[in-house]
């Protein structure tokens, strides 16, 4: 057997990467803190921030994994029932359970000395030593709350604690402010509106909002259509602005304000039934929050009003709390990792983080195509000098740059867009996989062609 290389977490991310790295015929196992596989879609799990209505923003064409198609008869956004029913049978179809240690909270992850490899500290257990590690434990789990003065009386929830509108506290007669405009802030708005006696919803600044269907095909379907045609960024806009407001209208038709960003500026907030709560007058859109007064709330614009329930839709901290942050690249013990493409190290062949992007649409088959370099780095690394001098190469190039640019906030930290980011992906695949055919004997000649 090969060193053992260790995967941290059985979400989707997870998944892949065990899977892509098996493939590889790099011997590897998962550790999983919770008791079965999911993570973030593992609904009522201790690390699941997904409440009961959750179903995906992303169509499940531009979601699945790259070699297994999720079933045609589902609907095009599974709930998160099906999401787990998919991961499931994923992990079957592949035979990775086998890898899974379930039960397995990683305490720490330090270099091994001499510098190859790494120790991983697992409660309960001793160190192990691995050949290498994919950190794949998602960055939804250290809630972000916002920096508000004073002190709220009532009950104040993040998102990622509520679950309904029954849990954990009932909304139904109550007064509830929602802080807070992505796709968990404006999802759980509507849904508070059906139950609370007043639905408010605080946002900094104005924002675009895309339906999941437009002219009965998903939107990012639509949008995937255009980017095949290599139609450039400012008529996608006008086609996209077009479509939307046909069939939802644009905000400033709901009374909202305009955005002070440009189409796709800001990660997607996928959302058909805000406007239409907001003209009815069951949502009541509200400015930023200037601070608390026991049951009170003051606004930004002077306006003081009284509420019973405060559920913070504010997003999320990216912590690996196990980690240094300088073993990947960051400047400091709690800095930022500094990663090619948010994947690789810049020089190291034994590590790589799996799933640290937020894309505009689905996740899933791009932590495929990472797994898959992942992969292909490891094996270059046992026996394909050559594969691993080129990544290396590959790695230490300026960063490209992106036509959109997006609004310097928290939120966007790990924003790519999808497209370019998939092909980049692609394009070092395939170089890999040409150089990983050159025998080992064969790596100091030039191939032919």
């Known amino acids: ?41 593992h609904y009522g799990s201790a690390t699941s921030s997904v409440f009961e209505s959750t179903r995906l923003i992303s169509s499940k064409s531009l979601t699945e994994f790259t070699d297994f198609p999720m079933p045609r008869d589902w609907p095009a956004y599974p709930d998160h029932r099906q999401c787990l029913t998919y991961l499931r049978r994923y992990a079957a179809h592949f035979g990775l359970r086998d890898t899974i240690r379930t039960h397995s909270t990683v305490e720490r992850i330090e270099p091994a000395p001499g510098g190859s490899g790494w120790i991983v500290h697992v409660a309960g257990r001793g160190p192990t030593h691995y050949a290498g590690v994919v950190i794949a434990n998602g960055h939804n789990h250290e809630p972000r709350w916002p920096d508000i003065p ?129 003209d009815s007058g069951a949502i009541q859109p509200r400015r930023d929050v200037a601070r608390f007064d026991g049951d009170h709330v003051v606004f930004v614009d002077g306006r003081r009003e009284p509420f019973d329930i405060v559920i913070c839709a504010t997003g999320y901290k990216t912590v690996l709390p196990f980690i240094d942050g300088r073993h ?28 640290l992007i937020q894309p505009d649409s689905g996740q899933w088959g791009l932590t495929d195509l990472q797994g898959q370099l992942v992969a292909a780095m490891a094996a270059a690394a046992q026996r394909a000098p050559r594969a691993a001098a080129w ?54 000649r030039r191939p032919a062609g």
């Open 391 to 444: 990544l290396y190469t590959q790695r230490q190039r300026p960063p490209r740059g992106t036509t959109i640019r997006y609004v310097d906030s928290p939120r966007h930290r790990l924003e790519v867009e999808h497209y370019t980011y998939r092909r980049h992906l692609q394009r070092l695949i395939k170089g890999m996989e040409r150089r990983l055919r050159i025998p080992h004997s064969s790596a100091g």
């Open 328 to 355: 990947l690249g960051g400047e400091g013990p709690d800095a930022m990792p500094r990663l090619f493409l948010n994947l690789l190290h810049p020089t190291r062949d034994d590590i790589a983080v799996v799933g």
């Open 150 to 278: 004073g002190t709220f009386a009532g009950p104040m929830l993040h998102a990622c604690q509520y679950k309904s509108p029954a849990l954990p506290a009932p909304l139904a007669g109550k007064r509830v402010l929602v802080i807070g405009a992505g796709n968990s802030g404006c999802d759980i708005a509507v849904e508070a509106s059906h139950h609370a006696a007043v639905t408010a919803h605080s946002t900094r600044r104005g924002y675009f909002f895309v339906p999941r269907f437009i002219l009965g095909r998903p939107a990012d379907l639509r949008n995937e259509r255009l980017l095949k045609m290599h139609a450039p960024l400012w008529l996608r806009r006008l086609i996209s602005l077009r479509a939307i407001d046909r069939a939802i209208g644009l905000p400033w038709r709901h009374g909202l304000p305009r955005p002070d960003h440009r189409l796709w500026e800001t990660h997607p907030i996928i959302n058909e039934d805000l406007g239409h709560r907001i």
């Open 1 to 41: 057997m090969q060193p053992e290389w260790c995967v941290i977490g059985a979400g989707p991310s997870g998944l892949t990467a065990v899977k892509n790295l098996l493939q590889a015929g790099i011997a590897a196992e998962c550790l999983e803190r919770e008791d079965d596989i999911g993570g973030n879609w």
